[in-house]
């Protein structure tokens, strides 16, 4: 299958700093990437949708000026968390649809520590 | 809104029995749905998938099956080992009208030696 990778896997970062975290297709052009969270024991929730060349669309509740997301290039998506709480650590998730069609791959997951 | 519910949200099997996970869609514009495997720590990974215009498809020791009329579509695990632990997500995806997909709340999937 198509291979999504994700940088870095682990990080640690001071309150009131910045992050960011890379999402890249490595194999394929992803003109639509996708951003997820997710909490201990719980599912993915979709934080927002990445078009290539254009504004990211955020789900309800996501705050888009906390949560940057940035997608320059056909395989390449970065998500960069400003002014990061203790309350953002989290596991970050990415994924990318492959062409026109349905099928979507996911990265390895970024695990954020804020302390 | 549209939604996709997953069953069971915890399942403990003994190593070589079958495990079954249920789910069921809500939008009849779906017409595709992935199953992805997450072991701790990492991403979902793409295990098995089926559209719309199959009803069962068969991968070594998982099989999908999907029931348009009824909205239902299952996973099947076969002979099941302990490195078959893990969760399990279904979900529904369409691209006729926007694209979307949505996924099921996870099975944590325990397979006992």
């Known amino acids: 299958g198509a291979v999504v990778s994700q940088h870095p896997s682990r990080v640690i970062c001071k309150s009131g700093t910045s992050v960011k975290i890379e999402c890249r297709s490595l194999?394929?052009?992803?003109?639509?990437m996708f951003w997820y969270r997710q909490f201990p024991k719980q599912s993915l929730m979709l934080m927002a949708t990445?078009?290539?060349?254009?504004?990211?669309?955020?789900e309800q509740g996501v705050e888009k000026d906390k949560f940057l997301i940035n997608h320059a290039s056909l395989t390449l998506s970065t998500l960069t968390v400003t002014s990061a709480h203790p309350e953002d650590s989290s596991f970050y998730i990415c994924?990318?649809?492959?062409?026109?069609?349905?099928?979507?791959?996911f990265g390895e997951g970024s695990w954020l520590t804020v302390v | 809104g549209e939604n996709v519910e997953q069953h069971p949200s915890t399942l403990s099997v003994q190593e070589g029995d079958s495990a079954v996970i249920k789910c069921t869609y809500s939008?009849?514009?779906?017409?595709?749905f992935p199953w992805y495997k997450q072991e701790l720590g990492k991403g979902p990974q793409l295990i098995i998938d089926?559209?719309?215009?199959?009803g069962e498809k068969k991968d070594q020791r998982i099989a999908v099956t999907l029931n348009k009329t009824a909205k239902h579509f299952s996973l099947h695990i076969t002979e099941t080992q302990p490195e078959d632990s893990a969760v399990y997500f279904c979900?529904?995806?369409?691209?006729?009208?926007?694209?979307?997909?949505?996924f099921g709340a996870g099975t944590r999937l325990f397979v006992k030696a």
């Open positions: 994924s990318a649809r492959v062409g026109p069609g349905n099928t979507i791959y």
């Open positions: 990445s078009n290539e060349g254009s504004k990211a669309t955020y």
């Open positions: 939008d009849s514009a779906s017409n595709y």
């Open positions: 089926i559209r719309s215009n199959v």
């Open positions: 979900a529904a995806s369409r691209h006729t009208g926007g694209f979307k997909t949505i």
């Open positions: 194999d394929f052009q992803a003109t639509t």
